[in-house]
T-cell receptor
Framework: ETGVTQTPRHLVMGMTNKKSLKCEQH?????MYWYKQSAKKPLELMFV???????ENNSVPSRFSPECPNSSHLFLHLHTLQPEDSALYLC????????????????FGPGTRLTVL | GDSVTQMEGPVTLSEEAFLTINCTYT??????LFWYVQYPGEGLQLLLK?????DKGSNKGFEATYRKETTSFHLEKGSVQVSDSAVYFC????????????FGTGTRLQVFP
């Protein structure tokens, strides 16, 4: 399988459930990202991992917990979510640059459509 | 801080019409510029990119030129098709934010036969 894959593609959960989103990249990249895409709002960067270390956490509530066990896999653990957390969650990967010349192209997965009841 | 401003949509066109979606940016340093496209029910796909001033990115009939003097990266296509209906996102990287993309709010394009 090539590119960036995400599972599941669709998820419905209650507010008391615990679930996890999975992302896997087959591109040999060293940086991975979680984004939240809500209707009529800009794309929100949630977390950035570079070389398996978290380098960005954009004030995301603690009910979202990321995990990056290696450079190819990224998880987003979910617990006690709220209905307003319903959104499309996108994973991306890239080859991060440290030269000040910008990140390389980010490649996105198809997303997980999350509905919180 | 760095930012990207896109024209608000939706943009509604008839098939074979000319398309322009405006994008301007604010950044320090030398950002790279991108256009991503999101088809219904899918994630974002890179459409084209440019890494330095006066570069032209092109793909699938779409073009955009990196204009440093006007800080713009407008997306154009000479003849749109119904299959081009999607949301288009302008983005930049570099400047002060060397390890992440800054996205615009997206512009929805609707093409009718």
């Amino acid at each position: 399988e090539t590119g960036v894959t995400q599972t599941p593609r669709h998820l419905v959960m209650g507010m008391t459930n615990k679930k996890s989103l999975k992302c896997e990249q087959h591109l040999g990249h060293n940086a991975m990202y979680w984004y939240k895409q809500s209707a009529k709002k800009p794309l929100e960067l949630m977390f950035v991992y570079s070389l398996e270390e978290r380098v960005e956490n954009n004030s995301v509530p603690s009910r979202f917990s990321p995990e990056c066990p290696n450079s190819s896999h990224l998880f987003l653990h979910l617990h006690t979510l709220q209905p307003e957390d319903s959104a499309l969650y996108l994973c991306a990967s890239s080859q991060a640059s440290y030269s000040g010349q910008g990140t390389d192209t980010q490649y996105f997965g198809p997303g997980t459509r999350l509905t919180v009841l | 801080g760095d930012s990207v401003t896109q024209m608000e949509g939706p943009v509604t066109l008839s098939e074979e019409a000319f398309l322009t979606i405006n994008c301007t940016y604010t950044a320090t340093g030398y950002p790279s510029l991108f256009w991503y496209v999101q088809y219904p029910g899918e994630g974002l796909q890179l459409l084209l990119k440019a890494t330095k001033a006066d570069d032209k990115g092109s793909n699938k009939g779409f073009e955009a030129t990196y204009r440093k003097e006007t800080t713009s990266f407008h997306l154009e296509k000479g003849s749109v098709q119904v299959s081009d209906s999607a949301v288009y996102f302008c983005a930049l990287s570099g400047g002060r934010n060397t390890d992440k993309l800054i996205f615009g709010t997206g512009t929805r394009l609707q093409v009718f036969p």
